[in-house]
């Protein structure tokens, strides 16, 4: 196919195309003559995936490279995902990048050094609790493990400490959103094409599993109300 | 207490505290001399909230000033979520605010009007449905509810519809996580402290629920692995 079929079945637009060809993130056609280029299903796949990993995942042009060029090793589905799955940019908490904006200094907010890195070393070790409780198999290069260590810390800072059996409910709901995860990749026999639905799983669905919650606690807040007003009385007599 | 000991009470810093009240955030206190002004507890839990809304929670200071407002009102406790719940900032695709890193144009990416249009009309009809579904009660002013609508058309446009039915184990488990989370606030009578709990789970929480459902993944994809290996007659012989 010419570059404008290219362009229509990825949906990506042909200057981004050409842009991508530049950076070296998608290889040339095969020239038909010197100014006609032909390309093939493998050029549609792989730019699907270059577009989630940029536009959706947000990662930089070399950052994507990289993940492009260990996808085409001859992985298996296995190390395929855990190398894109290790890739995306990690979820933090939001007081980050947030500050100054009310023109509050974070460096005040911060209590001391030593306070702050005892709750940092005892969420470290609440992880490795929660991960081990679970029989979760995590690897030591995990970006999670630390970001999760770290959000932990900044609740303890802010007076809510999160305790190992505390998280394990939410753990164990984790797992069986993962396993819904999963479902979804079944069948699914192309690296390339497996590698640009992880992306789309972990990264654009992840907004609809947070609304989801929002949604829920609204109504959850509703049978809260139901059952406490029900308490005290002043039910429907039920 | 003096300004100093409600600074290390809140943890918000007395430069901060100052402009909180020339903002008209935080009422003023009780005047001992001219030079002298006594706070009490209550400035504490109000603090805790403003920073909770503006630092954690990412609101301008209008929009908070604006819930404090209505929090002050008589309200009860449902009614207090409420309004705190439907002023946090909206979870949302990530895709916008990304464009444009890589040279691309998010007006050339996007198909056209009108199939744009039909996606979103189909996604707001799935989102109605899976309320109605799930027999959540969702006020018509929530705005999870476009949000969610807005995030599962940009999934359309990018080849994957979920239907109501694929997304309803999804909101089973968003449901069993707003219940964990409402059991977090039994036993809060204050209002204001309950107003400043609701904002540190929806939105400091929100990415300890994210990071688990990573972990989570990554186990899937071991558990996956092992399961496809078996099958094959690769495993241990099990």
């Given at each position: 196919?010419?570059?404008?079929?290219?362009?229509?079945?990825?949906?990506?637009?042909?200057?981004?195309?050409?842009?991508?060809?530049?950076?070296?993130?998608?290889?040339?056609?095969?020239?038909?003559?010197?100014?006609?280029?032909?390309?093939?299903?493998?050029?549609?796949?792989?730019?699907?995936?270059?577009?989630?990993?940029?536009?959706?995942?947000?990662?930089?042009?070399?950052?994507?490279?990289?993940?492009?060029?260990?996808?085409?090793?001859?992985?298996?589905?296995?190390?395929?995902?855990?190398?894109?799955?290790?890739?995306?940019?990690?979820?933090?908490?939001?007081?980050?990048?947030?500050?100054?904006?009310?023109?509050?200094?974070?460096?005040?907010?911060?209590?001391?050094?030593?306070?702050?890195?005892?709750?940092?070393?005892?969420?470290?070790?609440?992880?490795?609790?929660?991960?081990?409780?679970?029989?979760?198999?995590?690897?030591?290069?995990?970006?999670?493990?630390?970001?999760?260590?770290?959000?932990?810390?900044?609740?303890?800072?802010?007076?809510?400490?999160?305790?190992?059996?505390?998280?394990?409910?939410?753990?164990?709901?984790?797992?069986?959103?993962?396993?819904?995860?999963?479902?979804?990749?079944?069948?699914?026999?192309?690296?390339?094409?497996?590698?640009?639905?992880?992306v789309v799983l972990?990264?654009l669905?992840?907004?609809?599993?947070?609304?989801?919650?929002?949604?829920?606690?609204?109504?959850?807040?509703?049978?809260?109300?139901?059952?406490?007003?029900?308490?005290?009385?002043?039910?429907?007599?039920?």
């Amino acid at each position: 196919m010419r570059i404008s079929e290219l362009s229509r079945r990825s949906g990506v637009p042909v200057a981004t195309i050409k842009y991508y060809r530049r950076e070296g993130l998608l290889p040339g056609g095969r020239a038909l003559n010197p100014t006609t280029v032909e390309y093939d299903e493998e050029h549609v796949q792989r730019l699907r995936l270059i577009r989630s990993l940029i536009q959706l995942g947000g990662l930089p042009v070399a950052r994507a490279r990289e993940v492009l060029e260990a996808v085409e090793q001859p992985l298996d589905a296995f190390e395929t995902l855990a190398v894109v799955h290790h890739a995306l940019p990690v979820p933090a908490a939001e007081t980050s990048g947030k500050d100054g904006k009310d023109g509050a200094r974070r460096d005040e907010e911060e209590p001391g050094g030593a306070a702050g890195e005892a709750a940092s070393a005892g969420a470290g070790a609440r992880v490795e609790a929660l991960i081990e409780n679970m029989g979760w198999r995590i690897s030591d290069a995990s970006p999670h493990r630390p970001a999760l260590a770290e959000s932990l810390a900044v609740l303890s800072r802010l007076g809510t400490d999160y305790t190992t059996d505390d998280l394990i409910p939410y753990a164990r709901l984790a797992t069986s959103t993962a396993d819904l995860d999963f479902a979804q990749l079944e069948g699914i026999e192309d690296h390339i094409a497996l590698a640009e639905r992880a992306v789309v799983l972990s990264v654009l669905f992840e907004p609809v599993v947070r609304l989801l919650r929002r949604l829920a606690q609204e109504d959850a807040n509703h049978r809260r109300h139901d059952r406490n007003a029900c308490g005290r009385g002043e039910g429907t007599g039920e």
